[in-house]
């Protein structure tokens, strides 16, 4: 659900496929290493599950969901 509901998003604004993908491996990478506790693919789908609960309450979706992506992909 992770991926489909980022290539849906980015599909927004950009219909260039391979940058679609390549967005969301650069996600996929970060959120994946081994190094990350918290911050992982779990926990990004876990508050994705959680927004979509409340989406009739957002008023700006698209900004929700980048912050969500985007939240903690630098784990220094």
């Known amino acids: 659900m992770l991926e489909e509901t980022f290539i849906k998003l980015i599909g927004n604004y950009t219909k260039d496929a391979r940058l679609a993908k390549q967005l969301w491996n ?3 990478e970060n959120y994946s290493n081994k190094k ?17 609960t409340i989406k009739i309450k957002i008023e700006d979706w698209d900004t929700v969901l980048f912050s969500l992506y985007y ?4 784990y220094n």
């Open 71 to 74: 939240h903690d992909i630098i």
């Open 36 to 52: 990350r506790y918290y911050h992982t693919l779990n926990h990004l789908e876990s508050l994705l599950q959680q927004l979509f």
């Open 26 to 28: 650069e996600i996929e």
